[in-house]
């Protein structure tokens, strides 16, 4: 826990300076230190900047970068990572051109993965997720959001929120887990779906607070899902057990899910990629973040969410994986970072910002993580790259050399 690393070609820090993220022209400035170094005690960053200026101490361990580039730990703040089962006939259907919204009407989609969870034990769902998480920590990804979901009733919510507490314990990545019981309607509910969502709020959210099962409440408020109605009556008694509001919001379609989630201070909103002018006017006068998926749109073929837009309005922006066995089966951050320079316009600057420091403040973890700044947890990960644009650019290829955890290298 008490290292130095030095001899880092570019200390990619990104540093805030204090703030909660950055926003607009700020996503640019990474404050990139050539020939960089940093002190961590105790798991924590003591100093961050030039190799010849800290002193290196004679008392703990060193690692020589020799050149490498360092970068924080991707924070991925949207993930429904605990699963059980796959739906790779769904994607094959997608190619033939089948739509995602036709797959789940015919009893495919999130309801599938639900019946593959049910049936798997909370051991077995451990043990895949465990496997899922040392992969992203290989790839970078040093914090990760959690959400429950393919539960869908009490007790099988519960056996989630159970494993990612487990997880959150044990793992050696930093876990955030988050409630998303109102994922979508098992077919019981069909032609009573306020039934389900009395449920979720008489009998899940009571559950989950007393026992501080997750520290956000998210609803996929979409055409077909959750109403606005049913939305903002699921999140206003998620607050009172003290659960911060997320939203899945104009994903399919934009029935004004976004200025919901603005106007109920949720942390972040979620996928926008059916993002409208109002949606936009509501996110400026609020402070939640806007976290773009652009995995999604890209394994769906569906519209990206208007990226230049949201940043160009000042509105702090974050780029996460969703990863989900329907949706984006991929948990690669620089592989976001690579559609989402690609398809969606955004600069490399723009990326990791957006893939750190703003990933953490959709947790509200920015104070803690997401920037390599004095006072952080030591999430750090080094690249054998000739410079940080690297990463986007040469895809789908793994250039961890190592990863620093709370001030540990990890040995994988
Ligand atoms: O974020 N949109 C809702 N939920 C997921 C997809 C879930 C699934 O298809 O299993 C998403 O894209
Ligand atoms: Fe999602």
Not at 288 to 313: K, N
Request: net charge negative; charged share 20%.
């Amino acid at each position: 826990m008490n290292l130095f690393i030095k001899n880092i070609r570019q200390l990619v820090t990104v540093a805030a300076h204090g703030k909660p993220f950055k926003r607009g022209a700020e996503m640019r400035e990474l404050h990139i230190v050539e020939n960089g170094a940093v002190l961590i005690e105790d798991g924590i960053i003591r100093a961050a900047g030039s190799t010849n200026e800290i002193p290196q101490p004679n008392t703990i361990d060193v690692l020589d970068a020799d050149g490498r580039i360092a970068l924080p730990g991707f924070v991925d703040s949207h993930t429904h990572l605990v699963f059980a089962g796959s739906r790779e006939d769904e994607f094959a259907m997608r190619a033939e051109g089948k739509s995602y919204r036709e797959i789940a009407a015919s009893g495919g989609g999130i309801l599938s993965t639900m019946a593959a969870t049910r049936a798997a034990t909370k051991k077995e769902l451990l043990h895949v997720a465990e496997r899922r998480i040392t992969e992203m920590l290989k790839h970078g990804t040093t914090t990760i959001e959690i959400k429950s979901g393919y539960g869908l009733s009490l007790e099988s919510e519960a056996k989630i929120l159970d494993v990612i507490s487990i997880l959150r314990r044990d793992s050696l990545a930093t876990i955030i887990p988050t409630f998303l019981g109102a994922h979508a309607f098992q077919t019981e509910f069909n032609n009573d779906k306020q039934h389900y969502v009395d449920l979720i709020i008489a009998r899940m959210l009571p559950y989950i607070g007393e026992r501080t099962l997750a520290t956000f409440c998210d609803v996929f408020c979409d055409e077909g899902y959750f109403d606005l109605h049913q939305t903002e009556n699921i999140l206003l008694e998620a607050k009172r057990y003290g659960l911060i509001p997320k939203l899945h919001a104009d994903q399919l379609a934009s029935i004004g899910a976004t200025k919901l989630g603005a106007e109920l201070n949720a942390a972040s909103v979620d996928h926008l990629e059916h993002l409208t002018s109002d949606g936009i006017e509501a996110l400026k006068k609020s402070s939640s973040v806007a976290t773009v998926l652009p995995g999604a749109s890209f394994f769906l073929q569906e519209p990206y969410a208007p990226a230049r837009s949201i940043i160009e309005a000042g509105i702090p922006l974050a780029i996460a994986t969703d990863f989900n066995p329907g949706s984006t089966m991929c948990f690669s951050m620089p592989m976001m970072m690579t559609i989402a320079c690609t398809q969606m316009n955004m600069t490399p600057e723009e990326a990791i910002t957006a893939a750190t420091l703003n990933g953490a403040a959709a947790l509200g973890l920015s104070g803690e993580l997401g920037s390599i700044e004095a006072g952080k947890q030591a999430d750090i990960v080094l690249y054998d790259v000739p410079q940080y644009r690297f990463l986007p650019y040469h895809y789908a290829f793994n250039h961890v050399w190592r990863v620093v955890k709370n001030g540990t290298v990890l040995e994988f």
